[in-house]
DNA sequence: CTTGACCCTCACGCTGCGTCATCCCCGATA
DNA sequence: TATCGGGGATGACGCAGCGTGAGGGTCAAG
């Protein structure tokens, strides 16, 4: 019969653990006595041990008492769930360094830069080409609206910009690839991310952000964007969610 | 000047969440009607967009504020910095699914094994070169003797031992990390704990437990056990441990 | 009987909102 | 003008897993 203190050390645990642990009933004292003392046994410290090593692993404490406490409940099972949760997680981190390399690159890239552009790095005339087929498409007022607007940020904001319209174009492409449908919570997700990266500079409404999407398909320029010359039908999997995102959410 | 709920969805955040980023001071909005209501302007949906920004690289809100507000705090290092943390917890993730693999792979043995051994789940051929190598460290008699000991236990105590293993791995490697000194209180109880774990199927003496360090510094499959890959000098932190612990208690 | 070392029970804090519950406000309609 | 529906606002609890006091009994030793 141990006291908390005693248990505590030898688990290399802290005392307000154990009576977490007792609190939420993962793991009682064998017996307490009159004065409200915890006292554990050889059994409470073996399974202390089985607490300790799941916990290790990473799973959280509901899991870990189900495992324990049912029989029926197979460790294999939850230990592999748990593994493919890992699993997804560092996925999800290497998505993110990805996209902080790309802004860092560009942060750096940008310290030398005079201009605060959006397009910096493309040629002129293109620029033009674009500026006209845009206004042609929107309108010249809302064009120019939205120059003024992207002029007015600043460097780490155009960076940040940049490399998020990087990232959602990768996501996009690899959705594609991986054959998930425009109106998947995974695919909306990105177009709405993408709605707030066009917000930058414009709000559109539903229609217009249809119209968006139509660009994608239309213009040859945008589709080469995003079909990468090997990802035929991107621009239109992208439209297609841009129109299923407009009319849920729009 | 929008509302809370047009900006909320406009950004595809909830309007709780404004509340929030407004009560703790992140994002305030550009005026407070006298009805209390929030409006928010052109100014303060860009920083909204910033922030949305940050939060999905996955940087804490607290960061965020710092990076947006304290324009001496350089976002390329705040970046680099999170970058760091985010590959630190993928090796964390990473050591838990080697962990985890281990254990799926002992279990699935265990099942259709009638003897508790210790070491199942590793290949046979793998354990005859263990016990050869054992052999030769520390005699035939000594390993089969402590064979012996290993087969009398129970499923359940054999578990409660692997994963006593796995905790004193687990904290030595932790200690490591952080610079412990091998011959420090906190480094000294794990030795402990190790100590008294390996008494399970020995008694070694003072020379024999040091022996027993040197084993982890000089065979590649301890090592590997112990550095994981990327804790290059953690066996050689254990030996010390152990070489102090002998000395001192044994 | 007094220490000093332990034990106990609250209970807030941290992270980032989700989710009610309760109540106020505003524009449009009957 | 009374009313109603769609917001808007302010608490406040909940979640995960304890850390960290606060305030107050208990116990063994001197």
Request: net charge negative.
């Amino acid at each position: 019969m141990r006291t908390v203190r005693q248990v505590a050390r030898a688990a290399g645990i802290s005392v307000r653990t154990l009576h977490h642990y007792d609190a939420i009933g993962l793991l009682k004292p064998g017996h307490v006595g009159a004065n409200g003392y915890r006292y554990y046994g050889r059994e409470e410290l073996l399974r202390l041990q089985q607490i300790l090593f799941y916990r290790e692993l990473g799973l959280p404490l509901a899991e870990i008492a189900a495992v324990l406490d049912d029989p029926a409940f197979d460790p294999l099972t939850a230990l592999r769930e748990h593994r493919a949760a890992l699993e997804g997680r560092i996925g999800h981190y290497r998505t993110l360094i990805r996209t902080i390399d790309r802004t860092i690159a560009s942060l750096e890239k940008d310290e030398d830069m005079e201009d605060n552009d959006y397009y910096a790095g493309i040629a002129p005339e293109t620029r033009d080409r674009w500026q006209r087929e845009a206004e042609e498409f929107w309108g010249k007022d809302a064009v120019a609206a939205a120059a003024a607007k992207a002029r007015s940020f600043s460097k780490e904001q155009v960076a940040a910009i940049q490399a998020e319209m990087e990232s959602i174009r990768a996501d996009f492409q690899r959705l594609f690839r991986e054959g998930a449908a425009p109106a998947s919570d995974a695919v909306q997700a990105v177009t709405d991310r993408h709605y707030r990266w066009v917000s930058h500079s414009w709000t559109p409404d539903a229609a217009a952000f249809k119209g968006l999407g139509r660009y994608y398909v239309e213009n040859p320029e945008f589709r080469g964007t995003y079909d990468d010359g090997e990802l035929p039908g991107c621009p239109e999997f992208i439209a297609e969610a841009m129109a299923v995102y407009a009319d849920r959410s729009l």
